[in-house]
Every structure is written in C-alpha cells, then in structure tokens.
C-alpha cells in the first residue's frame, strides 16, 4: 500500500476477487462469471486501482448515482404503465 493508502497490492487485488466469488458462491451455489460491476460511493474509490485477469472489472461511470438512476429508470417505466393504463380504460 502506498504511503497515502492510494494504492492496492497484487495480493489484495486477488483476495478481494476472491472473497466476492467465494460469497457469491456460497448464497447462490456454483457462479461463473466474467465480469464484475462495481457501483456505490466506494466504487470510486476503485477506479483505476483495481484489475484482475480473472474477471473484467468494471465501475460504472458516476457510481455513487447508480441506484438513483436505476429507480429513475424504473419509475418512467411505471409511470408509462400507468399512463397507457389510464389510456386503456378512458377508451
């Protein structure tokens, strides 16, 4: 680790790939997978520190808004339900 704590060591890059394979292995059984998503606040963090030859390690661009884009996403979704809904009935 660096003197500033920036950096992340080989060893630790592998044992946090590791630990994520392992805990999804043992809540969901056997998981392949081929890339890893990374989003959060912390998922900045990450970025550019953390690669791995395993897994395709991505971090989605503005991370920390990732669950707010995702319920923008899904509330356009229900409220165009909605609306064809209402459409439906006034007709």
Request: no cysteine; net charge negative; hydrophobic share 45%.
């Amino acid at each position: 680790m660096s003197r500033f704590g920036y950096e992340i060591k080989d060893w630790l890059q592998d044992d946090l790939i590791n630990f994520i394979a392992n805990d999804l292995k043992s809540n969901f059984g056997v998981i392949t997978f081929e890339h890893l998503v990374f989003f959060g606040g912390g998922a900045n963090w990450l970025k550019g520190k953390l690669v791995s030859e395993k897994v395709n390690v991505v971090i989605l661009e503005e991370p920390e808004f990732a669950n707010a884009y995702g319920f923008a996403v899904k509330a356009l979704e229900l409220l165009s339900k909605t609306q064809s809904k209402q459409k439906q009935e006034q007709t």
